[in-house]
């Protein structure tokens, strides 16, 4: 570690240590530091950041302050130190300096899956049609890591399968790693107190707990008791004061109910700090292209999440709708790739077709395989950030890019072709974008207003 990395770590430590001390007082010079560090990067991050700390009108002025009454000070500490200093200022400087001597994409953050077992049995759910006997083992891991911290890479995300079903690697992975922050997608039903206990000791693990809406709904899904079972880890994360938040994936069934008011509300009263809305992807032979939303259901979501997001102190997360935040398809290595259970490397977590394997290529190999670099040299897909995945809104984008450089199905049990998948999404691409011009047209009017006068 560098003497200028020692001395920002200690900094921001130290800050911290001195917030607590008084948090009202002492939050902006918290900013002041960032200012002082980031040389001008990321400034709309801060000037958000700036305004939920100082504007009492803001949504996130009350949740500024629950980060820091209900979250354990060593955890805050720790996840801001490895989020702000290693994945930002430090691991942001390290990527850029890879893409521009290889021209190709170097990941933000990496997805793995590390097994394809559950312990549930979800309708519908894509992860189940691997099986449950892939596996990356602890090694597997661990190097993949390795290879990504020296890529500039702090940032790893657990998918699956049921990750919880390895915990115990899991901690050990986060011990090893303890500059890196690990989030994770879970059902929540294998959260138990020695389990919120090993996260208190940690310190650098955050659950993102899978609902699919209200009690009907989730155990339709996932089977009867689970809603409860997830609750009661909610309320034990909640007690222990450890950071979590909540996944959701919106489709023609259900997206009124889980972007309700109500729904919202329930996220914040259970302790959640973040929700991750998904759009329903058609992946899988067996999938239901009816489940998909119409335009104006999507657009309802687009709607109410954009609302909540000026009154409820929650941070939302939509990934389908927020592409003009990340400048359109993040996939392909440009922000994040997956890893699954067999070592494949995908460009998406939703993109199940590979031209590399993690046991027989290097990260970056992978990177610069003839499949990841069609991604990067196809980025962004559409002008239009309402439409910025090479499958769901551009299907003939990804015909192209699987045929071009023979990438295969790394679905184990009933490989899917190309063909079959994007035909899914032609009638969807074309029914939304209509839609999706409307909407493009409208905010870019808006912006050049607010130009225009000076805001």
């Known amino acids: 570690m560098s003497v200028s990395t020692t001395i920002k770590k200690f900094g921001l430590e130290t800050v911290f240590k001195y917030l607590y001390k008084d948090p009202e007082k002492n939050l902006p010079k918290l900013m002041d530091w960032a200012d002082k560090f980031s040389k001008g990067?990321?400034?709309?991050?801060?000037?958000?950041?700036?305004?939920?700390?100082?504007?009492?009108?803001?949504?996130?002025?009350?949740?500024v302050r629950h980060m820091i009454q209900d979250v354990d000070p060593e955890v805050l500490t720790t996840i801001t130190v490895n989020f702000f200093i290693n994945a930002n200022l430090i691991g942001w400087k390290k990527q850029e300096e890879l893409r521009n001597k290889y021209n190709c994409n170097i990941p933000w953050a990496i997805l793995l899956d590390p097994t394809s077992a559950c312990n549930l049995h979800c309708t519908g759910c894509w992860a189940a049609e691997y099986g449950n006997k892939l596996n990356l083992s602890f090694d597997e891991i661990d190097d993949i890591i390795r290879q990504g911290k020296d890529m500039g890479v702090y940032m790893y995300i657990y998918t699956g399968g049921e990750p919880l079903v390895r915990k115990a690697d899991i901690i050990k992975l986060c011990e090893k790693h303890n500059d890196c922050i690990f989030l994770c997608f879970t059902n929540g039903t294998l959260i138990d107190e020695a389990f919120a206990n090993e996260m208190l000791r940690v310190k650098n693990f955050v659950p993102a707990i899978s609902l699919e809406g209200f009690e009907k709904a989730t155990d339709s899904r996932r089977g009867e008791g689970v809603f409860k079972k997830v609750l009661n880890a909610m309320e034990l994360l909640k007690t222990k004061k450890l950071l979590f938040g909540i996944s959701s994936c919106y489709t023609s069934a259900n997206y009124d109910s889980i972007t309700s008011e109500a729904y919202y509300d329930m996220m914040i009263n259970s302790g959640a700090y973040f929700v991750w809305y998904f759009h329903y992807m058609p992946v899988g032979n067996d999938a239901s292209p009816e489940l998909m939303p119409t335009p104006e259901q999507r657009y309802t979501v687009y709607k109410r999440i954009r609302d909540y997001r000026t009154r409820k102190p929650l941070f939302a997360m939509d990934f389908q709708n927020d592409a003009e935040f990340v400048e359109g398809?993040?996939?392909g290595g440009r922000r994040y790739l997956h890893i699954n259970a067999n070592g494949d490397v995908d460009p998406c977590v939703f993109v199940h077709y590979s031209d590399s394997n993690i046991r027989e290529k290097t990260l970056l190999e992978s990177l610069r395989s003839p499949l990841f670099q069609a991604y990067h040299d196809g980025q962004p897909f559409n002008e239009n950030m309402m439409q910025p995945c090479p499958m769901l809104e551009n299907p003939e984008k990804l015909r192209a890019m699987v045929a071009k450089t023979g990438a295969k199905s790394t679905d184990m049990q009933s490989p899917e072709t190309v063909e079959h998948l994007c035909a899914k999404c032609d009638s969807y691409a074309a029914c939304w974008k209509p839609k999706a011009e409307e909407i493009w047209e409208a905010r870019n009017a808006k912006k050049a207003a607010e130009t225009k006068a000076g805001k």
């Open 41 to 63: 990067e990321f400034s709309s991050q801060r000037d958000a950041i700036r305004a939920a700390i100082s504007d009492p009108d803001s949504a996130y002025y009350p949740y």
């Open 329 to 331: 398809c993040i996939a």
